[in-house]
């Protein structure tokens, strides 16, 4: 069950007299508040309802209207956003009078009060007022989708198909937020007809991912001036060379597991059932391991694995070493 599938639940009940949204990712976290806005219909004027980024300048106000009784309704709404003095946030909106307020409040909340905070980070489980928090409030923590959640949230939400959902999770590294733009530039490209995987391929910038794709299949084919200017595009769009090496590493790993699933005359459906990843990768591998032989997979993984500890551990500049490597790599025949 995601995030999500517990909101639903929660609104399926009716709200809790205090909800707790919380979580280290901004962009679920985000989601789940616009989500919350359009389910109370929020309304600025509406005098039942009162919404607070919190401040220090209006942390008093946000309080007094925690505290105040309902004039024009019989029950009121408030929002808090960012009280980060409840995360593990070395920072804070209240003052230490102002936090004795808040947790008198949850000491004997009023009936006709309800209340949401939203908090982007972990809650200090330290503190005393997060202890009361958690035995008042129904928490909601947004955690991270893994891909086939992703794809299954988006396919309620949105027309694709999910074979081309699936391949924009894939481009989208399962970024939420990152698949949320992609799945909103695949549909403007496509201007109201159906959505094809090629127009994914057209549109959706290549990730970090496909570029190490792109690399490896440059390294194959021993191309290496091509292989080393890639590298060099990727670090001038500033993605850092021990990332880059992290992936290439992986993707290594992946391939000499494919190359041997093929040995075993594995369909690409079961290997993805084994490791347990997204289809895409394991396609992709597939095509780019056909005509290579295991010793050299097993070969380069070393070299690499090799080059991530002498990175870490010698003096020498590691665009040198990551360079050596890459050309070892390129011009290895077996």
């Known amino acids: 069950m995601t995030v999500f599938d517990e909101f639903n639940e929660i609104k399926r009940k009716g709200l809790p007299q205090i909800l707790v949204i919380f979580g280290e990712s901004r962009e679920l976290v985000g989601e789940l508040k616009n989500q919350l806005l359009t389910e109370v219909n929020f309304e600025p004027t509406d005098l039942s ?28 709404l408030v929002i808090l956003e960012n009280l980060v003095n409840l995360t593990t946030a070395k920072k804070s909106v209240l003052d230490e009078k102002q936090l004795k307020r808040f947790e008198n409040f949850l000491d004997d909340p009023p009936e006709t ?6 908090l982007y980070g972990k809650l200090d489980s330290r503190l005393k007022v997060v202890k009361k928090l958690k035995a008042k409030a129904t928490l909601l923590e947004a955690q991270e989708l893994k891909s086939q959640e992703l794809i299954q949230y988006f396919s309620r939400i949105s027309p694709l198909p999910k074979v081309v959902l699936s391949l924009i999770a894939a481009k989208s590294n399962d970024n939420f937020s990152v698949m949320k733009q992609n799945i909103d530039l695949v549909q403007t490209y496509a201007l109201g007809r159906e959505v094809t995987l090629d127009d994914v391929e057209k549109v959706v910038p290549k990730s970090l991912q496909d570029n190490i794709f792109a690399l490896t299949d440059l390294i194959f084919k021993g191309k290496i001036d091509e292989a080393r200017d890639l590298v060099h595009d990727l670090t001038l769009q500033g993605e850092d060379l021990i990332k880059i090496l992290a992936i290439l590493t992986n993707s290594y790993r992946l391939y000499l597991q494919v190359k041997l699933f093929q040995a075993k005359g594995w369909q690409e459906n079961q ?3 084994f490791l347990k990843m997204h289809p895409y990768p394991v396609k992709l591998a597939n095509q780019l391991v056909r005509k290579l032989n295991v010793k050299s997979l097993k070969n380069g993984l070393s070299d690499l694995i090799k080059l991530d500890f002498d990175i870490k551990t010698s003096a020498a500049d590691k665009s040198y070493l990551f360079d050596i490597t890459l050309i070892r790599l390129t011009l290895k025949k077996n």
């Open 113 to 118: 009060t309800q209340l949401v905070l939203i």
């Open 271 to 273: 290997q993805v059932a």
């Open 49 to 76: 309802q009162a919404y607070y980024d919190l401040t220090p300048s209006n942390s008093d106000l946000a309080l007094e209207d925690l505290e105040s009784l309902p004039f024009f309704s019989d029950s009121r």
